[in-house]
Structures are given as structure tokens and as C-alpha cells.
């Protein structure tokens, strides 16, 4: 064990707090971690929305493996490696009709830094290099670079930071529990929240707008479902108006919802796609943007020697992550695991609605495996309640995650309905000690 924590910065943890209780995973097998004293912890949260099949899968293991042993790093700029196109392809033919072409990133940050700059750059290659606005949302969560924190509505996520990009707005969130509080699946009431682009057109007009970014179902904030007809009601607009609709599937993507991704689930095909985690099982580091043809086929004019597009990473299509990423597709196929939360959704949904009653729980939320669970706060003491809850669990063995005063579940995707019954059995005795 590390006899020193100093020198490792965390990221969103409370640094000090940690390292006076450190909780270290050393080991991760199927649907459990085990911690550094050997306990074995029941992952309620796919390690971070990201290890959809379960943790050390051999099948992936052994891509990384052998593709490390035969060949280390490619250069992705002007040369390419098999693996890449193998890999593009599968993705391609898992999206919805039309969204076909793949652009490889490392994380769900860099697809949606990505996303966006594809949606200037694309209105300016065809003409309309006047369209430079951003629409994002309130509550949204696009990763943690400046273009993903300037779209994105979480304030701690921003206020630290400056005046971030210009010429970006955003429509108000869709979380409105006095109407929908304790819905099973997709809310009834809000499809009229769509209405506020409209608003946002009226005020910047159409042509200074390139795209509108959303999670088809906000994770990060503490899960927020979609209002039914309300995707629809945004993709309308757009349409009139000539804006990319881009959806971030970077936790939504790889079978969360039920369907592959959750333009299927809710039948909402978006212009441009952000993906990752579920991408490699989490287990190399690797985000894709996925395109519609026309508008990868927009950039490609001009003297066929330049480059069309200038932008990529180092590690963009990385050898090991698309080797990661073939397996893990495999094993999504072999396994039927992009369909199975939406045969597990009805077992887990029952079991979250089960708490509703128990002290201090405002509200259930959940569409395929993933569930929500507001408190209300202590009073004075925001986010203190769910903390309690996630430390509790963890002491009995269950992984969790909250945000503010929300709880998350996001399984792997391999669960059984004894894993569900250990979660909620588990979140039921927090709940009750926290209250
Ligand atoms: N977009 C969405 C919708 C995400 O959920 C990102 C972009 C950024 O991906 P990277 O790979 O750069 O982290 C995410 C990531 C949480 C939590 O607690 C969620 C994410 C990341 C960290 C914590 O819910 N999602
Ligand atoms: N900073 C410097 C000085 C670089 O040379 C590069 C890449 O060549 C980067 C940042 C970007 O790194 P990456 O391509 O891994 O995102």
C-alpha cells in the first residue's frame, strides 16, 4: 500500500477528507471491486457509467494484451492502423440510420470539444460561417474542458473558471418534481421545456446559431429523464431552424437505456453523437464523435491533398483502445448486453420505486439501468445526506454514487436481480440511518 498520499491530486474528490480515510480498490472482477483489506464491494455504478459488461472481462483483457505485444502507438494523422476502420465500422452499424461516420477522441471531454467544433467548422465550410452560437443546458454535464464547461449548466463546474467561450446560451433544464416526482420512466409533463429554444432563436435569430447540445438523459446532474415528446419537440425546432442537434451519449451510449443508444430508446436520431466510456468497457481510455454522412461528406471538398478537417489527438484511435473497443463490442453482441437493461428495466425500477416512502426521499427517477434518488438535504448541510448514504453503503459493501443530494445507480450491465436485491436492500438501510 502507498505510504504517502500527498502527491496525487484527486480529481472531484474531496482531497483531504479522502486521504484521512482513504477507501482504495485494488482489485475488480465481474460485478464487484475488492478493496486493499480484501472485501468485496458490489459495484452499483459500472465503475463510473463506463464498464458496461463487468469488470476484467478476459475477452478484452486479452485484445489489450496482444494488440500491446504486437503494436504499441500508430500515428493517427496521415497513417492508420486496421483496428481503426474494423472498429468505426461496428460503431457505425450499431447507430441509428444515417449517423456513419466515427471520429475517435480519448475521453467524453474531447468528443464534445470535438462535437462542437465539427458543428462551427460544418456550418462554415458550407456558408454560413455566421453560425457560431452554442445552446446548452441548465443542469448539463459536457465533460470538464472550456467548451464542454461553457455548454455545460453545472455552476460548480464553472464558476471557478472565467468567461469561458462566448456566444453560448442555454434552455432551462427539465427537472420539475411539483408535476413528475416519482415517475416510472419517462415523465408526462415538460415536453413544452423544448419551447425555450424557440426563445433563445428569437433573441439571437437562427443564423448566429450552429448547434444545440443535450444529454438525452442527464446523468451527472443526478438523472434526469427526458419528458415524453420532448427530444422530439427539440429536434422540430432544430430542423426549422437549420441547427445540428447534438446529443451526449457518453453515459446514455453502450446499452444503458436498452437500445444501443438512447436516440433509439427514445426515437430521436441527433446530427452528431459524443460516446465513450461504454465504448471500451472503461478499460482504455476512448471517446468517438459519431456524424451523419452529409455532414462528413460537407467537408470533403476542395484539392484532395489538404487536410479537411484540422483537428485530432495524439492518442486519437489509439491501437489499444480500439482493440479494447472491437472486444467490448463482441462481448455487448455475444452477451445481448445492448438490449438487457431494457429486460432488467422493470425489475430494477421496482426496486427503486420501492423507496419512495422511506424518510427524506423527495423523488425516484429511472429509464433502463439507471436510477435516481433525491434527498432532501440537512438542513444548512447541502449534499450531506447523500454522502452519508454513499459512505454507508460503501461501508456495507455497495458502491454508489451521489451528486449534490442525489444518489446514481448505473450498473454494469450484466447484473442479476440478486445484485438488485443486495442495492436496494443496502440503499434502503442508508437511507433510513441517514434520515
Ligand atoms: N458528457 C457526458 C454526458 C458525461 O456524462 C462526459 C461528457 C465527460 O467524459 P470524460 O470521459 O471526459 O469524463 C461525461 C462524463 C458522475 C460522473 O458522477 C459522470 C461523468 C464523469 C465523471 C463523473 O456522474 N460523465
Ligand atoms: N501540448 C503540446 C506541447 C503538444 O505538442 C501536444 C501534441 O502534440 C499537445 C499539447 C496535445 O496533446 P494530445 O494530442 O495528446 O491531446
Redesign the pocket.
Known amino acids: 500500500m502507498p505510504t504517502d498520499l500527498d502527491a496525487y491530486w484527486m480529481p472531484?474528490t474531496a482531497n483531504r477528507q479522502f486521504k484521512e480515510a482513504p477507501r482504495l480498490f485494488t482489485k475488480a472482477k465481474g460485478m464487484h471491486f475488492w478493496t486493499d483489506d480484501g472485501r468485496q464491494v458490489l459495484d452499483g455504478?459500472a465503475g463510473?457509467?463506463c464498464v458496461n459488461a463487468g469488470h476484467g472481462r478476459t475477452r478484452i483483457t486479452e485484445a489489450i494484451q496482444r494488440q500491446a505485444a504486437e503494436m504499441d502507438f500508430c500515428p493517427p494523422f496521415q497513417m492508420a492502423h486496421p483496428k481503426a476502420f474494423a472498429l468505426a465500422e461496428k460503431v457505425a452499424a450499431l447507430a441509428p440510420e444515417g449517423l456513419n461516420r466515427v471520429f475517435f477522441t480519448n475521453?467524453?471531454?474531447?468528443?464534445?470539444e470535438t462535437a462542437l467544433k465539427m458543428a462551427i467548422a460544418y456550418h462554415r465550410v458550407r456558408g454560413e460561417g455566421q453560425r457560431t452560437r452554442l445552446i446548452g443546458r441548465e443542469r448539463?454535464?459536457?465533460?470538464?474542458?472550456f467548451g464542454?464547461i461553457s455548454v455545460g449548466g453545472i455552476v460548480a463546474n464553472r464558476k471557478m473558471f472565467g468567461t469561458m467561450l462566448g456566444g453560448v446560451d442555454h434552455i432551462r433544464h427539465t427537472h420539475d418534481p411539483a408535476r413528475n416526482a416519482f415517475s416510472v420512466g419517462q415523465p408526462s409533463h415538460g415536453a413544452e421545456f423544448a419551447d425555450d429554444l424557440e426563445k433563445l432563436i428569437a433573441l439571437h435569430d437562427a443564423s448566429t446559431i450552429a448547434a444545440v447540445i443535450v444529454?438525452p438523459v442527464?446523468?451527472?446532474t443526478g438523472v434526469l429523464i427526458p419528458p415524453q415528446g420532448y427530444l422530439q419537440r427539440l429536434r422540430e425546432i432544430c430542423d426549422r431552424h437549420g441547427i445540428l442537434l447534438i446529443f451526449?451519449?457518453?453515459?446514455?451510449g453502450f446499452g444503458r437505456t436498452g437500445q444501443p443508444f438512447a436516440a433509439q430508446t427514445f426515437g430521436v436520431t441527433p446530427d452528431l453523437m459524443?460516446l465513450?466510456?461504454g465504448l471500451t468497457n472503461g478499460a482504455v481510455?476512448m471517446?468517438a464523435v459519431l456524424a451523419r454522412q452529409s455532414i462528413h461528406d460537407t467537408f470533403m471538398t476542395g484539392p484532395e491533398h489538404l487536410i479537411e478537417f484540422f483537428h485530432g489527438y495524439t492518442y486519437s484511435a489509439h491501437p489499444l483502445a480500439c482493440a479494447a473497443g472491437l472486444a467490448t463490442l463482441e462481448t455487448y453482441a455475444d452477451e445481448g448486453l445492448l438490449t438487457r437493461a431494457g429486460e432488467m428495466a422493470g425489475y430494477f425500477a421496482e426496486g427503486l420505486h420501492s423507496l419512495r416512502s422511506l424518510p427524506g426521499v423527495i423523488d425516484v427517477r429511472n429509464v433502463g439501468l439507471i436510477g435516481g434518488i433525491e434527498l432532501t438535504p440537512v438542513p444548512g448541510q447541502p449534499t450531506k445526506r447523500a454522502f452519508d448514504v454513499f459512505l454507508d453503503c460503501y461501508d456495507k459493501s455497495v458502491l454508489v454514487?451521489t451528486?449534490g443530494d442525489i444518489i446514481?445507480l448505473s450498473p454494469p450491465l450484466i447484473i442479476e436481480r440478486s445484485h438488485i436485491d443486495q442495492l436496494i436492500e443496502t440503499l434502503s438501510g442508508a437511507i433510513r440511518r441517514a434520515a
Open positions: 472531484f455504478i463510473l457509467w475521453s467524453g471531454s474531447e468528443s464534445v448539463g454535464y459536457h465533460g470538464v474542458n464542454g444529454e442527464a446523468g451527472s451526449d451519449e457518453v453515459i446514455t459524443t465513450a466510456k481510455p471517446g454514487r451528486t446514481a
